[in-house]
């Protein structure tokens, strides 16, 4: 099935976006997408709201 997917005429493929692809449906069919979801918008929230490092500033007065 994966392998007929690929193949469609005038699909262009590559290798992550493949990747991509087979991860998605195997977290879908193993019934771990909910458990992944919940980590990734996690991580990317961190990735983009960085919790500053407070134990590198040097109080001045």
Known sequence: MIGDRLDITGA???LAGTGAVLKFRALNDNGD???YWT???A???ERLYPTP???NYQLTA
């Open 12 to 14: 262009r493929w590559r």
């Open 33 to 35: 997408f909910d458990e």
């Open 39 to 41: 980590f990734h918008l």
């Open 43 to 45: 991580a990317e929230h």
């Open 53 to 55: 490092n407070q134990h």
